[in-house]
């Protein structure tokens, strides 16, 4: 027996029965039988109805309650159960026999049954505590078996509550029993589909719910909105009946044509057929048990568009008509502004905020804010329906929009497809293309400029005025996007790299730590191992961090002064030339006593300003290495005297805008010294990224 009031899972997914599996083989979908998923998540409960209205026709009986008040002569107010005889006892009055009247008489009686002892009072009777009465539900039920019910639930509710029919019962013949009556049998297609619950009955005690076996079924799949098997009525449906079930009958659907496979069991060799149907016209053919209904939708073709794409303004299927060609498709240049160009300029207004907080995107102005068209070529793309390929015909699109040349301002057909290319697309002679450079610092006008075909650095700071007084032509900064783009996936890759020997490295201590503690002889290795692997993962931190500025090196000698001895570099698009005025000092960094920056004299060296700053307990300054103001980084490993010795690196005369940086000791003993000397061989790694003090002050931080 269940609990009456027990809040059980709602229908689980059932596995699928024969039928959908022949469908399954047949289709290549699995599809549900209609109507299962209006039971899944439903919650399996007969709880009490006490808070619903008591229909007027309610019979009392044992287990119901009344509330009696009475006023006047009589003054009562009493709670009363129905025994299991249809009586209740009234203080005063005696045994009144309630059983078999409606609840909207039970006033009405009970004030005649106390008339009979009192006289000149009023009375009010209520229901209160409805009983409860035992039902059964049987046959391809989802969950048969007994349940205890409230007096007012209906045929419906127990079919909600038992989990509707299994996958082998029927949705169209649910029967309630009384004895060996139907009371009434239930299609389950005409409440779900049009809330009919004419054929739903108030269950009474010892009543039996049957879920007959299902009836003959079909498939409806494709363009329908719910490809499901449904049932077919004991009197059959039609193709028609089934399509406005399924949804079928929509705009997207092809109703001129649908696939029908049928078996026939007499045809023993080959008892499956297949015949294509016009829905509209079969509409009244029956359907039979095991058909396979496929609607079709229709045709993706479009009969009058031509379609465009590429850097365009707006990439649309456009209305075909007889005659079209290509500038009636593309009828003004606007056509080819691409919606990014508006996107740009209006990012315009963070130019002054990017400059400010130091954000590149802020500096939009040296870039190209349009996607230039590719004016030399562009395609239509056409279907050769003889052949069932596509034929690719370029096109001048200068020649087409601007001067509708005969030549190239080609017919259109229906179904075309015209591609525009941008010059970032198919890159063309640079003299096609509109490429930026920035050029700032001390030249006599500094600004963005368009490079000319071919223009060298040389050449283009020639034509921004030459260099002024105090141009310091050695620490020339020269930066490209790319190589900025480039530097900043090698250096994630290395850090990666870094991390995930770190991690080894870390679990090999581990393990040796554990050794040496049977040893007693772990507690200072730990200790040491823990010092060491914080530090290292505080450099790989500031690696981490540390930002590509794509910076060049040109390796240009300190004395250059004038514009000749500059190399004929070729200028890209977004490359920025920044030259800086003739500083004055020399900085000192890392493992010192007085990180500064120190005035510069001719003929001092490293070692020179390394005394000035004095070095820290804990330097080493056999890893220290010079940063250079052309970019180049000059270091111990890269330094070498006769017979293969190192050389002094402090005695490397510097010059004005060098650096010195000297990193900290890491080297502990319980660490490999291949890692650690990778690690904090900054020198090795800045060269090979091109970063600047910039970055040198993100590793010290």
Same mark, same amino acid.
Do not use: C, H
């Given at each position: 027996m269940r609990n009456p009031s027990g809040q059980g899972p709602g229908?689980?997914?059932t596995a699928p029965n024969e039928?959908?599996?022949?469908?399954?083989?047949?289709? =290549?979908?699995?599809?549900?039988?209609?109507?299962?998923?209006?039971?899944?998540?439903?919650?399996?409960?007969?709880?009490?109805?006490?808070?619903?209205?008591?229909?007027?026709?309610? #019979?009392? *009986?044992? =287990?119901?309650?009344?509330?009696?008040?009475a006023w006047g002569n009589l003054d009562m107010d009493w709670r009363a159960t129905i025994d299991r005889n249809g009586q209740v006892s009234i203080p005063r009055v005696g045994t009144v026999n309630v059983a078999g009247v409606k609840a909207s008489e039970i006033e009405g009686h009970l004030r005649n049954q106390v008339g009979r002892v009192f006289k000149g009072f009023s009375l009010t009777v209520t229901l209160g505590q409805l009983r409860s009465i035992q039902?059964?539900?049987?046959?391809?039920?989802?969950?048969? *078996?007994?349940?205890?019910?409230?007096s007012l639930s209906t045929l419906i509710n127990a079919v909600f509550a038992s989990g509707g029919p299994a996958s082998n019962g029927s949705m169209r013949r649910v029967q309630l029993k009384?004895? !060996?009556?139907?009371?009434?049998?239930?299609?389950?297609?005409?409440?779900?589909?049009?809330?009919?619950? +004419?054929?739903?009955?108030?269950?009474?005690?010892?009543?039996?719910?049957?879920?007959?076996?299902? *009836?003959?079924? #079909?498939? @409806?799949? &494709?363009?329908?909105?719910?490809?499901?098997?449904?049932?077919?009525?004991p009197k059959g449906n039609t193709v028609g009946e089934l399509i406005a079930i399924s949804g079928g009958n929509r705009v997207h659907a092809n109703l001129l044509r649908a696939q029908l496979e049928r078996i026939d069991p007499t045809a023993l060799k080959a008892p499956r057929s297949v015949v294509t149907v016009d829905l509209q016209q079969a509409k009244s053919t029956p359907l039979r048990d095991g058909d396979v209904l496929t609607v079709f939708a229709v045709s993706p073709q479009f009969a009058n568009a031509v379609t465009l794409r590429g850097n365009v303004a707006a990439s649309l299927r456009y209305p075909f008509t007889l005659g079209m060609r290509i500038s009636d498709l593309i009828p003004e240049r606007e056509a080819l502004i691409t919606p990014d160009y508006y996107l740009r300029k209006n990012r315009l207004v963070q130019f002054v905020e990017g400059r400010r907080t130091g954000n590149r995107e802020g500096e939009l102005?040296?870039?190209?804010?349009?996607?230039?068209? %590719?004016?030399?070529?562009?395609?239509?793309?056409?279907?050769?329906?003889?052949?069932?390929?596509?034929?690719?015909?370029?096109?001048?699109? *200068? $020649?087409?929009?601007?001067?509708?040349?005969?030549? /190239?301002?080609?017919?259109?057909?229906?179904?075309?497809?015209?591609?525009?290319? !941008?010059?970032?697309?198919?890159?063309?002679?640079?003299?096609?293309?509109?490429?930026?450079?920035?050029?700032?610092?001390e030249v006599d006008r500094p600004g963005v400029y368009q490079l000319q075909p071919g223009e060298t650095l040389k050449a283009l700071l020639q034509r921004a005025g030459g260099l002024t007084p105090q141009a310091y032509l050695y620490g020339l900064d020269f930066s490209r996007e790319e190589t900025r783009v480039r530097q900043r996936e090698n250096l994630a890759a290395a850090t990666a790299r870094l991390e995930a020997l770190a991690a080894t490295? !870390?679990?090999?201590?581990?393990? %040796?730590? @554990?050794?040496?503690? /049977?040893? %007693?002889?772990?507690?200072?290795? &730990?200790?040491?191992a823990a010092i060491s692997n914080t530090a290292l993962q505080a450099q790989i931190a500031r690696l981490s961090r540390v930002e590509p500025n794509g910076r060049i090196a040109l390796e240009l000698e300190p004395t250059i002064s004038g514009l000749d001895a500059l190399p004929d570099l070729p200028l890209e698009d977004a490359d920025r030339i920044s030259i800086p005025a003739r500083p004055g000092f020399v900085t000192v960094a890392g493992a010192v006593v007085n990180n500064n920056a120190f005035l510069w004299k001719p003929g001092r060296t490293a070692g020179d300003y390394i005394n000035l700053a004095g070095l820290d307990e804990g330097a080493e300054v056999s890893n220290m290495f010079i940063l250079?103001?052309?970019?180049?980084?000059? %270091?111990?490993?890269?330094?070498?005297?006769?017979?293969?010795?190192?050389?002094?690196?402090? +005695?490397?005369?510097?010059?004005?805008?060098?650096? #010195?940086?000297?990193? +900290?000791?890491?080297?502990?003993?319980?660490?490999?010294?291949?890692?650690?000397?990778?690690? $904090?061989?900054? !020198?090795?790694?800045? +060269? /090979?990224?091109?970063?600047?003090?910039?970055?040198? $002050?993100?590793?010290?931080?």
């Open positions: 229908r689980a997914p039928f959908q599996r022949f469908v399954a083989a047949a289709t =290549g979908v699995t599809l549900p039988i209609f109507g299962e998923t209006y039971f899944t998540g439903t919650p399996q409960t007969f709880a009490p109805l006490d808070r619903v209205p008591v229909p007027a026709d309610y #019979v009392l *009986g044992p =287990g119901d309650e009344l509330y009696i008040r039902v059964f539900v049987v046959g391809q039920a989802l969950q048969p *078996g007994t349940y205890t019910v409230g009384r004895g !060996s009556t139907v009371i009434t049998e239930l299609d389950l297609y005409d409440f779900i589909l049009q809330g009919d619950k +004419s054929k739903d009955a108030r269950l009474l005690p010892g009543d039996v719910i049957v879920y007959t076996a299902a *009836g003959p079924r #079909v498939a @409806v799949a &494709g363009a329908v909105d719910t490809p499901a098997i449904y049932e077919l009525k102005s040296v870039k190209n804010l349009v996607d230039e068209p %590719n004016w030399e070529y562009a395609t239509i793309e056409r279907l050769d329906t003889d052949r069932i390929s596509t034929r690719l015909i370029p096109f001048n699109l *200068g $020649k087409a929009v601007l001067l509708q040349d005969p030549e /190239n301002n080609l017919l259109l057909q229906a179904g075309d497809i015209v591609t525009v290319f !941008s010059t970032r697309d198919i890159r063309g002679p640079q003299a096609r293309v509109n490429r930026m450079v920035r050029v700032e610092g490295q !870390s679990a090999r201590t581990a393990a %040796n730590r @554990v050794e040496t503690s /049977n040893n %007693n002889g772990g507690a200072f290795t &730990g200790a040491a250079r103001a052309d970019g180049t980084v000059l %270091n111990a490993n890269g330094t070498r005297g006769f017979f293969g010795q190192r050389s002094n690196l402090q +005695s490397q005369p510097l010059y004005a805008g060098d650096s #010195v940086v000297v990193p +900290s000791q890491l080297d502990y003993e319980t660490w490999g010294t291949a890692l650690v000397r990778g690690l $904090k061989d900054w !020198s090795q790694i800045l +060269s /090979n990224f091109g970063l600047s003090a910039a970055a040198i $002050k993100t590793l010290r931080q």
